[in-house]
C-alpha cells in the first residue's frame, strides 16, 4: 500500500510564492519518477512538472522559468516551488508518482495524491 501526500497549497496574491511538498509513504521499494499536474474546472488535468529517477526535468510551456521541480530521495518527497504566480495558475494540483512496491519492484505503478488547491487572487 503506498499513499501521496500533498502539502502547501493555499491562497495566495499574484506575483507571490507557494511550495509543495509530496511525499510518498507505504510499501515503497523504488521511485521512477515522481511530478505535478493541476486541474482548473473545465479544464482537462496537465502535466505541470516531473522529475525522474535519474534527475531529468520536464515542464509545461506556462510554467518554465516560475516552477522549480526537485526531489528528495531519502524523504521520498518531491517538492515544487512556484514562483511568480499567475491567477491562471488557479487549479488543483495533484502529486503523482511511478513507484516500484517491495512486493514487485520489477515495475513500476502510477499512484496519485489527493490533490491541493492552488489559488492565485488579490
Known amino acids: 500500500q503506498v499513499q501521496l501526500v500533498e502539502t502547501g497549497g493555499g491562497l495566495v496574491q499574484p506575483g507571490g510564492s507557494l511550495r509543495l511538498s509530496c511525499a510518498a509513504s507505504?510499501?515503497?521499494?523504488?521511485?521512477?519518477?515522481m511530478g505535478w499536474y493541476r486541474q482548473a474546472p473545465g479544464k482537462q488535468r496537465e502535466l505541470v512538472a516531473i522529475?525522474?529517477?535519474?534527475?531529468?526535468?520536464n515542464y509545461a510551456d506556462s510554467v518554465k522559468g516560475r516552477f522549480t521541480v526537485s526531489r528528495d530521495d531519502a524523504k521520498n518527497t518531491v517538492l515544487l516551488q512556484m514562483n511568480s504566480l499567475r491567477p491562471e495558475d488557479t487549479a488543483v494540483y495533484y502529486c503523482n508518482a511511478a513507484i516500484r512496491t517491495r512486493r514487485n519492484p520489477m515495475y513500476s505503478f502510477d499512484y496519485w495524491g489527493q490533490g491541493t488547491q492552488v489559488t492565485v487572487s488579490s
Open positions: 522529475i525522474t529517477f535519474g534527475g531529468s526535468t
Open positions: 507505504g510499501s515503497i521499494f523504488s521511485i521512477d519518477a
